[in-house]
Every structure is written in C-alpha cells, then in structure tokens.
C-alpha cells in the first residue's frame, strides 16, 4: 500500500514507534535545527520529529507544525516505499535489465509486463481541486514570512527551504523536471534559487534566459514520500521524476494544473510556492549556507524568483531538513540512491559488485568499490569509468577492493584497502569536475581525484611475492566455542 502524503508517512511513522512529537515552543530560527541535529547525531539517526508549537521570527506562534528527520532511518527509509529492505527495489529494477530474450513466441510475450513495469504508473492530472490547493494565497495575501520557514545555522543568509521539490520545463523539448535545491528566503514574495550549474533546472534556466522569456517554477513542500526522494534522485534529464516516483511507490502520483502558471504540481502536496524568474532582472545574492560538507559554502549570485501564489491542504505540515556536520538525514537519502541505482552502475560497468558512500565521506569524497576482478589493471578501468558516469564524476576519493570486501562495512574495507596498498604503486591522481560546494578544490568546481587500488595485486601488475591468506577459525572450532559461550558469563561475543 502507497503513503500518499506527507500525513499517511507521519502515521506510518508513528505506527513503528520512531516518532517524537514536541509540544514545547521551539524557535524557527536555529532552536529547531539545534534539536534536530542532536537527535539526527544519536544513533541509527534519531526519531523523526514533528514539532506542534512553533515560534516564527516574529515571536507569534506559527499556524502550521514543522516535521524534519522523517527519512532518518534505515527503518524509516524502507518505510517511504514501502518495503522492508531497500534491496528490494534494486531487485525489480535488476530483473526489468535481465532481459535475456526466452525462445517462442510465449516466452517472448511473457516479457512484456516486465517491460512495461516502469512506464505503468504514469503521474495522473487531476481534474477535481486538489488538496494542494484547499487554499490559495495571490497577490498581497502572499507573506512566506508566515509559513514555518527554519533558519538552520547562526551565519546563514536567512531562512532556507532545505527540502523542496523544483519544478521546472525543459523549453525546448517540453519535459517535466524535478530537482531538490536549496531557497533562501529574502522577503515576503521573493526567494533566492540556488541551482548549481550542473542540475537540470539550471540548464533550464539558460535555456530561457538565451530567449529572453520569464521562466516558471513551482516549488511543492511535502507530497508523498516517493516523490519527494526522486527529486534528489540522479535521474537522467528525460526521465519523468514523478514516473519514477510512481514505479518505485508502484502506483500513479497524482497532480493538478498549477494557479498561476502552466506547469503541474503534486495534488497531494502540503504546500506548493509558485512564481517566475525574470531573465532581465540581476541575479541576486544567495547565502551563505551550512552546507552537507559541514562548512558554509559562501554568498553567491543566484537567480531572483517572484512568488505568484502559495496555495496549501486546509491542515499542511512544514516539511524540511537540515544539512551539516555527518551524519545526518540526507544520508540516509543518499543510501537510498546507492541502492536503488546500484543496477544501474552495474549495467555500464559489469564487474562491480557492491559501492559504498560513508557519511562522513559526504557522499562524494569517498566511495569504497568492490569488484570483480578478471585481468591485471580492472581497478584502473573502473576508476576512469566511474569518473565518467554522471554525479559519479565528482567523486573525490575512489578505493577499489575485491569481490569479498564488504564495502557496506568501512571498518572493513579500509582495513583490507590498507593492508593491500603500496602508496606509490597504487594510487593514481586525476583532474575533473568537483562538487560546486568542495572548499578545497583548486578552482571553482575544478580539481584533482585520487583512485587507490586495493585489490590483491597479480603477477602481471609487477608483484611477485607470495599475497597472504587472511586468517579464520576454523568451523568445528567455532561452533564448539559457540555452544559453551552462554556458560563462560562473558557477555555477547565480540565481532
């Protein structure tokens, strides 16, 4: 069964016993963030919270209650989908590429639900008035100073919608995009969209500006959970986010024709702002900002958008995050990606067999590889094809182990990464694209990557000494010492 909204997740949540509602008055402006972050920092990332008093920068007593850490579990992340384990979404989208064509006619007919599965669950346009637009702010009823917008860190810019869903058109070829960029607030009817160069929204943008033609956006807080992770999910620029949404909730997102512009927007949605970008006008300054890397990335010009309307459900709840010093919610967001699109790295480059991204690698300074490996040099290969694959370009630090490696273990794989390398031998540095929020690249968005590989090295790579075994107990050992554990009063064993 799909979670439609952002009130069936909260329940769901709360049904599993990982939700803490706070009663107390909590200020928008750093208080909110402060308690998240402790609660983000405990271990298996927290509660979900849902925050029912809370004081605007005004000092009033804000309308709406604010929920954050909602994707901050495994638990609570499997949750969003529906499944008991991520992996389980890997493993559809792994049997619709298994397509080894079967012989017969039969056979090759039997194939064709698996095909369709992805294209099944179209987004639907509603034609009823949507929930999202129970109530519709225009004109001089529109103040963003009302809603429950947080303040995340002492030295950002102002307020920030940390997770929305942007929603934008490709000018040219009409395709829907949907993208998860920060927004600053800077009055009551303007924001600041900061879209860094290589998202699609940006490339839109351009786009427009070339023409000289105003660009729309929509900008929807809260929707189903489905959707609101495929608006951070590295899609190619053709796929629909709401089509993926739709295959990974496995039932079609509603959506409903926006007030003020011709672009949809989900109907499920607690709140949608949306408004243009005139290319006229100057780009304004945006930030600085508490970023994921756990510094504050600094001011910079960024588009102005103009708010047209802010419409809402009778009853919405803010939803949003913050950012900072690892670990916290987004990684688990960005666990949720490593899996799902686990397939699909595999597709490109075959002999992978597991990756990894550790929080505290910020999901592009360090990813740990495991591969399969069939000739001398294979490590060299995959590093050069995984700096060419996507967001996977700006991957900092690439270390590459066998097969055996449990990569989802870091203790582990830096353990065999460094007890398998010679430094000089095994480490090879490249230039390319860096993440637009990386402080100690050389230049803006431009710098060096180090690959190691880790792999058990062959003779044909120059090593000719003996590559020792790893040692283990035996199993008749161990399952004696098992059976007498309980009567030796020593506690669980150690791993």
Not at 352 to 363: K, L, N, R, S, T
Request: hydrophobic content about 40%.
């Amino acid at each position: 069964m799909s979670l439609d909204n952002i009130s069936d997740f909260i329940a769901a949540i709360d049904n599993i016993g990982e939700l803490k509602r706070i009663s107390q008055p909590v200020r928008a402006k750093l208080e909110l963030s402060e308690i998240s972050d402790r609660v983000m920092k405990q271990p298996g990332g927290g509660d979900a919270l849902l925050f029912e008093n809370v004081i605007l920068d005004d000092g009033t007593r804000s309308k709406y209650p604010v929920a954050i850490n909602l994707y901050g579990s495994m638990r609570r992340i499997a949750l969003a989908f529906g499944v008991r384990k991520l992996d389980e979404i890997s493993g559809r989208i792994t049997g619709m590429l298994d397509l080894k064509v079967p012989e017969g006619i039969m056979g090759k007919l039997s194939m064709i639900p698996r095909l369709l599965e992805l294209g099944k669950f179209p987004p639907r346009v509603k034609s009823a008035k949507p929930a999202c637009q129970e109530i519709v702010w225009q004109g001089d009823q529109v103040d963003l100073t009302r809603l429950p917008i947080i303040t995340c860190w002492p030295e950002d810019g102002g307020p920030y919608i940390t997770l929305p869903m942007v929603i934008s058109k490709d000018p040219k070829r009409g395709i829907r995009n949907v993208g998860m960029y920060r927004i600053q607030i800077l009055g009551e009817r303007s924001l600041a969209m900061h879209w860094q160069r290589h998202k699609v929204g940006a490339a839109h943008w351009r786009e427009m500006a070339e023409k000289g033609e105003k660009m729309y956006v929509c900008i929807a807080v809260g929707a189903d959970p489905a959707s609101l992770y495929s608006a951070s999910a590295p899609l190619p620029p053709t796929i629909d986010e709401f089509l993926f949404a739709g295959f990974l909730r496995q039932s079609p997102v509603p959506l409903a024709k926006a007030v003020t512009c011709d672009l949809e927007v989900p109907a499920e949605a607690e709140f949608v702002i949306e408004g243009y970008i005139d290319p006229a006008e100057p780009l304004v300054t945006e930030g600085p900002f508490g970023d994921h890397t756990g510094f504050y990335s600094e001011a910079d010009l960024y588009p102005l958008v103009h708010v047209t309307a802010v419409t809402m459900r009778k009853n919405p709840v803010y939803v949003t995050t913050i950012v900072g010093r690892p670990p916290m919610e987004d990684y688990y967001l960005g666990h949720a990606t490593e899996r799902i699109f686990l397939p699909l790295l595999k597709l490109t480059i075959p002999e992978i067999v597991d990756y990894h991204m550790p929080a505290e690698g910020i999901f592009h300074n360090l990813v740990f590889v495991s591969i399969d490996k069939q000739y001398p040099g294979q490590a060299y290969k995959v590093m050069s094809a995984l700096w060419g694959q996507g967001l996977m370009s700006l991957a900092k630090v690439l270390v590459i182990v066998d097969k055996g490696v449990n990569v989802q273990d870091e203790k582990e794989a830096w353990w065999i990464a460094l007890n398998n390398i010679d430094p000089e031998r095994d480490v090879r540095f490249s230039m390319g694209p860096i993440d637009v929020l990386d402080h100690s690249s050389r230049a803006f968005t431009y710098g060096s990557k180090m690959g190691i590989d880790a792999t058990r090295k062959w003779p044909e790579e120059g090593f000719t000494r003996n590559w020792p075994k790893v040692m283990q107990m035996d199993e008749a050992t161990k399952s004696r010492v098992d059976a007498m554990w309980s009567s030796l009063g020593l506690g669980a064993p150690g791993k």
